[in-house]
Each structure stands twice: as structure tokens, then as C-alpha cells.
């Protein structure tokens, strides 16, 4: 019979690989949290008019990589491939957003199909942080420096840059729509098949062209920040002041706009160089007109996006995964013979007690290769538990030296928080 495997690009994250997870996820919480957001859940499955909506029906994503089907009413539903649609629906739906401020933050996978590669996967990981009622650049600056404190958590800092553009208003952003359709026109034999195909449907997305021939193209095309409105400008200008007055290093780049059709005025993205192509690991901007455009009323609102993935991939990438973040047990318990399993088994429940926190992991694998076996789990203490000749309980510690010890929870216990600091 043919062994059923995962479906290609949906990958299982392994006992081995999750406390990297578990370390990179709970920095990101406690970044978060102290900025003052507060974590919203939200379904994986969602009406698809919402993507249709909010993303826009002529992007790559709804034309080609949502998870899309009918349930057994006919409704047509999708796996979600981007969260904050999802946020503003949830916030719309509950009453959180009309006439008020709310920071919101969420973490969980999105979905879409497109060919997998390391760091791009059909089912991936992402954190997203949302601000909603504000509309100056305060908060703009407050989300950028969110993100500067968390690579700073991660040991990171000097391997990512900051790229900070504006899109302007609406308005502003259609003048400046007309003008590179006209320009782009006039050289449309020299773009790549993806671009010709852009330029009707999402002009813009030709600046995130990445074909030599059509950035040689661009270079000479109409720049977005010379069709700024006046209140974008400054609200641009603003920005670069205070990420200026926190010392946060940043490069503008007219080229950058985003891929989905929500964004407005502020749009940024953090870059590295470490991971090759795919050297996006965090981005986001404005997106003031999406609430409404979802049947809500007006409501700015800012946030961003990061890939799980590839946070992980360039912390392993630049060794910056601290081994804490590697050892899943603290303590393996096991009888050296039989006869007293049931003892080390009472013995690990009286240490769990007595040391909160304490990992323990027993050993009920039969009495073969026991280090062996201990050390593979990466336990930074084994205690070996064996019968005394008068009938009592002694057991080896194992860590920086061998030492015997009576087996009364207590004496242990506190060893035990010594050794590791509880």
C-alpha cells in the first residue's frame, strides 16, 4: 500500500525543530506585548469576496495562489493567504474599530499556491501587528521601531535594512499611475512577459520587477514620491524625523511599493541579504481606505506582516539560535534495573512539584543504551536511579560531575534549582 505523505509545501515542523519555533515566538510576544498590543485569534477559513475585495481580483495571488473551493451550501471559501483582511473583518464584525484606537497582533498560517522553494512554502507561518484609528505617522514610526527592537531581541540588527517609501493619497497615486503607463508604453517591447501583462491590470507591480531588462527600463521612469500630495509628504517627512531621532538607519526606495492593492501613504519593508532571493523578512505600510472598502466606515489603519520561515532560516543562517532554544528537556530520569520504575515515575512527579518549570522526561524505553538515549534528547542533567543494598533509593546526578545523592525529593529538588537557576 503507498505511504500517504504530506502535500508538497506543507511541511511538518518536527519535536526537533519546534523549540527554535517556541524561542523566535515567544521573543516576538514579549516585543509585542510590551508596545502594548493585544493578540486577536482569527479563522483559517474565510468567504472568499473578502480576499476578492481587499487584495484585488487582478493580483497574483487571488488569480493564481488562493486555496479556493465550495462547501457542501455552495459558498465559495478560501484558506486564508494574507491575515489582515482577516483582522479588519474581525474587528468590523465586533465593533472594535468605529470611532476607536486598537493595537492588535496575531500569529498562525496562511495559505497559497505557488511553487516552494526554502524560506517560500504553500503552507507558511506568519506574525501580523495592527494598528487601527490613528492616523499620523507616530504610529507609522511606532510599528518601525516595534520591528528595530525585536532584531535587536534576536541578535540581528546588523543583518537587515530598512526600505521606506511613500504611495500618497488615492488621488496621487492615479496621476502617478497615468504617467508610468504612458512612459511604460512607449517601451513596452522592452519589458518582460510579466510586466506587459501588469501594465493593464496593476502598473505599479512592474516596479517590483525583478528582470534586468525592465529595470533598465524603470530607471528613467516617472519616480512616485514627485506626485506626493502635500499630506503625504509630510506625513513622509515626519516619519524619517522621528526613525532620524531614534537612531533607526533606513533607505528610501521610490521603487517599493507593495503587492496588494490596500496599500496607501507609508509602505516599508525590512530586507537582508543573508537568504538570497528571498530577502523580505518583515513588511507592511498604511492601508487608511481598507475598512471602509470592506463595508466599514473610514478607519486608518497601519500594520505589518513576517514570515516565520524565514526568521527562522536566517537566525540559523547567522548562528544566532541560542542553545537554550535547543534543549528540550532539563532533567532525564531513569532505573538502572528493574524493580523500580514505579519509583522513578513517583520521583518525577515529586520533582515537578516541588521545581515549577522543571522539564523532566522519564524513561520507560526498557534498560539498553540508557545515556545514550538521555544525551540524544539534550537534557542538561541525567539522574540514574538505583536500589541501595538495604532496599533504599540512590541516584547518580550527571551534569558537570557524578555525585550520589539520597533520593528524598527534597535534597534533590533543591540541586536541582540550583543547577538550573528556578
Not at 160 to 176: H, I
Not at 196 to 202: G, H, T, V
Not at 391 to 416: F, I, M, N, V
Request: hydrophobic share 40%.
Amino acid at each position: 500500500m503507498t505511504k500517504i505523505k504530506a502535500i508538497r509545501g506543507m511541511n511538518d515542523i518536527l519535536p526537533d525543530q519546534t523549540p527554535v519555533w517556541q524561542y523566535l515566538e515567544a521573543t516576538i510576544k514579549r516585543v509585542v506585548s510590551a508596545y502594548g498590543y493585544s493578540e486577536i485569534r482569527m479563522p483559517i477559513v474565510e468567504q472568499t469576496d473578502l480576499f476578492k475585495r481587499s487584495i484585488g481580483e487582478v493580483t497574483d495571488i487571488v488569480e493564481k495562489e488562493m486555496y479556493t473551493f465550495d462547501d457542501r451550501n455552495g459558498e465559495s471559501l478560501t484558506l486564508r493567504p494574507e491575515g489582515t483582511a482577516c483582522c479588519v473583518r474581525a474587528g468590523e464584525e465586533h465593533g472594535l474599530l468605529y470611532n476607536q484606537t486598537q493595537r492588535f497582533w496575531y500569529q498562525g498560517p496562511m495559505f497559497r499556491y505557488e511553487k516552494p522553494q526554502k524560506g517560500r512554502y504553500r503552507q507558511f507561518h506568519q506574525v501580523g501587528v495592527e494598528a487601527f484609528g490613528m492616523a499620523g505617522p507616530d504610529v507609522d514610526a511606532e510599528l518601525i521601531l516595534l520591528t528595530a527592537a525585536l532584531w535587536r531581541e534576536l541578535g540581528m540588527s546588523d543583518a537587515v535594512t530598512l526600505q521606506l517609501n511613500s504611495l500618497g493619497s488615492n488621488q496621487a497615486r492615479a496621476e502617478y499611475r497615468d504617467a508610468l503607463v504612458a512612459y511604460l508604453k512607449e517601451h513596452f517591447d522592452q519589458l518582460d512577459e510579466d510586466s506587459q501583462r501588469r501594465l493593464e491590470s496593476n502598473p505599479l507591480r512592474v516596479l517590483d520587477s525583478k528582470n534586468e531588462a525592465t529595470r533598465v527600463v524603470l530607471e528613467k521612469a516617472p519616480i512616485l514620491t514627485d506626485y506626493l500630495d502635500e499630506e503625504s509628504a509630510n506625513d513622509f517627512r515626519q516619519l524619517c524625523e522621528m526613525l532620524d531621532a531614534a537612531g533607526v538607519h533606513y533607505e528610501v526606495n521610490p521603487y517599493l511599493v507593495r503587492g496588494l492593492d490596500y496599500y496607501c501613504k507609508t509602505v516599508f519593508e525590512w530586507v537582508t541579504e543573508e537568504l538570497g532571493a528571498q530577502g523580505t523578512v518583515c513588511a507592511g505600510g498604511r492601508y487608511d481606505g481598507l475598512v471602509q472598502q470592506l463595508g466599514g466606515k473610514p478607519t486608518t489603519a497601519v500594520g505589518f506582516a513576517m514570515g516565520i520561515e524565514r526568521l527562522i532560516l536566517l537566525l540559523e543562517t547567522l548562528g544566532l539560535v541560542p542553545e537554550s532554544a535547543r534543549q528540550t528537556f532539563d532533567l532525564y530520569l531513569a532505573a538502572e534495573h528493574k524493580g523500580i520504575q514505579s519509583d522513578v515515575v513517583l520521583l518525577a512527579e515529586q520533582l515537578r512539584a516541588a521545581v515549577p518549570g522543571l522539564r523532566v522526561r522519564v524513561h520507560c524505553a526498557g534498560l539498553k543504551n540508557i545515556a545514550t538515549k538521555a544525551r540524544q534528547t539534550g537534557a542538561q542533567a541525567i539522574v540514574l536511579v538505583k536500589k541501595t543494598e538495604d532496599g533504599g533509593l540512590k541516584g547518580s546526578l550527571w551534569c558537570h560531575d557524578e555525585t550520589e545523592y539520597d533520593l528524598q525529593p527534597e535534597p534533590l529538588a533543591e540541586r536541582l534549582r540550583m543547577l538550573f537557576d528556578n
